[in-house]
């Protein structure tokens, strides 16, 4: 039934792109279906115009994750020489079949499909709105640009956009051996119950399975991870286990499983594990992190409520308990509860959180005090102007009607207004069949759903109905408060000619509901900051500083915060950037930038924050170093930012502070860390 439903709404699309969406909702869970709503940003009279045939935008737990499609028609009567998508905060994407020398002609259409790399799953929130625009530019360089928003529906399973976050483990880390010179049976090591030596405090924690010709020498290890910040209701989606070798031993293959230990290690925490594996690797690199990724069981054994414990073991002797060859050391040596970034194992762990799904509210109304009605048929039509009292998407509409005859199909649009009356330009539109309306002159209450929706701002829009099959007594009526309307946001409006002129018909009003769905604005919180201050640093001309950052959640960067003030009257800008980085240190292009006139910053030398909002919202991965990038190109020694900063010790360990004296190479600055607070959702 669903996948009839979705047949209907794609069929405009390419048979390929049906097949795919089609073999999409057969094998791959969890398909997210987002309706198409759409509102155009031109005038009548204009002549070089596009528009969607169809629009849809896919999630799936299969491959590909997400997948976009669209069908673009040329409605105006020029050839397009240029067309560029751009869904929701996607870079905008050129359609490389539409170029000058293969335009696309009028009245004929183009496919458009988008999956990973060229669009991202994790930016699209089942239940939100967002939205998708093309540019047309015609053979002739006049361009035309329509918008369209879309409401995520979800199928089988919604959930908020993914978070990452990085548990670090405790202090508790350490490991148990069995090491006794009487142990030279394997079994007699292997399968006791206790250790001969326990270790929790020293930072070398040992894996290791080893035979020295006469007795055998096992290790085992556990970790404790914090995990109580996940929330009891999240949809745990990957886990990765990462250690930080110092020493690799031959053909070292190790092991993750659970851990039954106790808070303190004893040697009677030997054989506390139990169960199968949640996964293994036989890739080891020294002095870096090397990853285990948990499978299904060790994603499920998370512990979201307190500690998760994890058992380490040697995976081909000591897990599958075969005996190791003489004098060959199995396994790996690596940092244990020592503090600092890049030395102690971390779990990171991506969830999502499941939502409800948004129900239809309704927003603008007059349904009470209906006295009369008007009829609407062939060249009359009527309308009701409304003015919401906030943005919101817009769904459906429910109005009071009832026929003469059998007017066939009544269509209603939503239009935006001109001097309070409807300006021609439908920004969606439904039908339903008049033929069925109750010839009941008291009307009933119809509920018409628009598939194609749009999202309204807080100005004035009209709703227009006309039946134009329809002629004397084959009419749709619509019932009206004609003497003592009170609604204020608009009224009902008149035309005999098609809707080219309109008549305000105040102060009379139509009965009607618009309903929809809340725009989810999401909370900006704070990320990664430093927050102490007992120094500054200059930064004028080629003379620049920066700040490595790492986040610890995947999120959306809004802003930037710093305390700054200027010496002298520096000319130009203040320019704040993010870029990536390598080793450490920023490199290649801005991802983002914002500025700021330098001689706007405050001369008090006890400086001021200032926020830097940037104009396209970026997304930080966790676990990945970024800087943040300070200049002020126009000033010199006497006219320059000063910027705060913290020099006594190290009070940010996933980053610190860069320079660079001549624009170009950058160095770090010992212990030294900026201020900053980098802020998102």
């Known amino acids: 039934m669903i996948a009839m439903k979705l047949w209907k709404s794609i069929k405009s699309i390419s048979s390929l792109i049906a097949v795919i969406i089609l073999i999409a909702i057969t094998v791959a869970g969890g398909l997210l279906v987002f309706a198409l709503m759409t509102s155009t940003l031109t005038n009548s009279n204009q002549r070089t115009q596009v528009s969607f045939e169809s629009l849809s935008l896919y999630r799936s737990t299969g491959e590909p994750e997400v997948l976009f499609a669209a069908t673009i028609k040329n409605t105006g009567n020029r050839p397009i020489k240029q067309l560029t998508v751009k869904v929701h905060d996607e870079p905008d994407y050129p359609v490389p079949s539409v170029n000058a020398s293969m335009p696309l002609e009028t009245g004929r259409t183009v496919g458009v499909t988008l999956t990973p790399p060229k669009i991202h799953s994790e930016r699209y929130v089942v239940g939100n709105a967002y939205s998708v625009t093309v540019k047309a530019e015609a053979v002739d360089g006049s361009t035309f640009s329509t918008v369209a928003s879309v ?217 009470v005090g209906d006295d009369t009605d008007a009829l609407f048929y062939a060249n009359t039509w009527l309308s009701q102007t409304f003015t919401p009292s906030k943005k919101h998407t817009i769904t459906s509409l429910r109005l009071k009607l009832f026929r003469e005859g059998l007017p066939h199909d009544l269509t209603v649009s939503i239009q935006a207004t001109s001097e309070g009356v409807p300006n021609g330009e439908d920004l969606c539109v439904a039908e339903i069949d008049g033929d069925t309306l109750t010839e009941d002159a008291e009307g009933e209450w119809y509920k018409i759903t628009f598939e194609n929706r749009v999202v309204l701002d807080v100005v004035q829009y009209a709703v227009v109905c006309r039946a134009l099959e329809g002629v004397e007594f084959n009419a749709v009526l619509w019932r009206e408060n004609q003497t003592e309307s009170s609604y204020i946001g608009g009224s009902k409006v008149y035309s005999d000619d098609s809707g080219d002129t309109w008549e305000i018909m105040e102060p009379e009003d139509f009965m009607f509901e618009e309903w929809g769905y809340e725009l989810i604005v999401p909370t900006e919180e704070k990320f990664e900051s430093q927050e102490e201050i007992d120094d500054e640093a200059e930064i004028r001309s080629v003379w620049w500083f920066g700040q490595t950052f790492t986040p610890q959640i995947t999120h959306k960067l809004t802003k930037v915060i710093l305390k700054l003030y200027c010496l002298g009257e520096p000319e130009g800008d203040f320019i704040v950037s993010i870029r990536e980085t390598e080793e450490g240190l920023p490199i290649g292009d801005d991802l983002v930038s914002k500025s700021m006139l330098a001689m706007d910053i405050t001369d008090n030398p006890e400086g001021a924050f200032y926020e830097f909002v940037f104009n396209t919202q970026i997304t930080l991965e966790a676990d990945t170093k970024y800087a943040i990038v300070m200049k002020c190109p126009e000033g010199d020694d006497l006219n320059l930012i000063n910027v705060f900063l913290f020099a006594s010790y190290d009070t940010y360990p996933r980053g610190q502070m860069v320079e660079t004296v001549d624009g170009v190479n950058w160095g770090f600055e010992e212990v030294a860390d900026l201020y900053f607070s980098e802020r998102g959702y």
């Open 151 to 367: 409401k995520c529906l979800g199928v089988g399973g919604p959930s908020v956009g993914q978070k990452t976050i990085t548990c670090y483990s405790t202090a508790k880390d350490g490991y148990v051996e069995r090491a006794v010179v009487d142990d030279t049976e394997w079994d007699w090591a292997h399968n006791n119950v206790t250790g001969s030596w326990a270790e929790d405090v020293n930072t070398p924690i040992y894996t290791e399975a080893f035979f020295d010709g006469v007795s055998y020498r096992i290790m085992r290890s556990f970790l404790c991870f914090d995990t109580s910040e996940i929330p009891d209701n999240a949809l745990i989606k990957s886990v990765t286990l990462g250690l930080s070798p110092t020493n690799v031993m031959e053909n070292a293959n190790v092991s993750a499983q659970r851990g039954t230990q106790a808070d303190v290690l004893t040697l009677d925490d030997y054989d506390s594990f139990e169960g199968n594996e949640y996964g293994h690797s036989t890739s080891w690199i020294p002095d870096q992190y090397n990853a285990i990724n948990f499978n299904a069981l060790g994603i499920s054994e998370i512990n979201e409520t307190g500690i998760t414990k994890i058992c380490i073991r040697e995976y081909d002797h000591d897990f599958f308990d075969v005996a190791p060859q003489s004098n060959v050391e199995f396994g790996i040596t690596y940092c244990g509860n020592e503090d600092g970034e890049g030395y102690q194992p971390k779990l990171v762990i991506t969830y999502t959180l499941p939502v409800t799904p948004q129900t239809e509210e309704m927003f603008e109304h007059y349904n």
